[in-house]
C-alpha cells in the first residue's frame, strides 16, 4: 500500500513558477513510476508528466520545456517545478503511482495510488 501527500499548490501570477512536492509512504517507493496529472475547472483529467523507476521522463506538450519533474527516492519524494505558468495550468494537480513496467503511463487508469490533489491557480 501507498499513501501519496501532495503539498506547494497556490495562487501565482502568470509568469511565475510553483513547486509541487508529493510525499510517499511505503519501503517500494524507488521500483514505482511516478506521475503528476491535472483537473482543470469542468475538464476531465489530463495526464502532465511522468518518472519511471529508472528515471525516465515524459512531459505532455502542454508542459514541455516549462515544468521539470525529479524523484528523491531517499526521500521517498517527487517533485514538480512548474515555471513560466500561465492562466490554462490552472487546475488540480494529483500525483499517482504504478508498480506497472511498460505500461501506458499517459493512462490515468495504469496509476494504482493517488494523493488527493493540490490546487493551482494562475492569474493573468
Known amino acids: 500500500q501507498v499513501q501519496l501527500v501532495e503539498s506547494g499548490g497556490g495562487l501565482v501570477q502568470a509568469g511565475g513558477s510553483l513547486r509541487l512536492s508529493c510525499a510517499a509512504s511505503g519501503r517500494t517507493f524507488s521500483r514505482y513510476a511516478l506521475g503528476w496529472f491535472r483537473q482543470p475547472p469542468g475538464k476531465e483529467r489530463e495526464f502532465v508528466v511522468v518518472v519511471s523507476w529508472s528515471g525516465g521522463r515524459t512531459y505532455s506538450d502542454s508542459v514541455k520545456g516549462r515544468f521539470s519533474i525529479s524523484r528523491d527516492n531517499a526521500k521517498n519524494t517527487v517533485y514538480l517545478q512548474m515555471n513560466n505558468l500561465k492562466p490554462e495550468d490552472t487546475a488540480v494537480y494529483y500525483c499517482?503511482?504504478?508498480?506497472?513496467?511498460?505500461?501506458?503511463?499517459?493512462?490515468?487508469?495504469?496509476?494504482?495510488?493517488w494523493g488527493q490533489g493540490t490546487q493551482v491557480t494562475v492569474s493573468s
Open positions: 499517482a503511482a504504478t508498480s506497472s513496467i511498460g505500461g501506458s503511463y499517459y493512462t490515468a487508469g495504469v496509476y494504482e495510488y
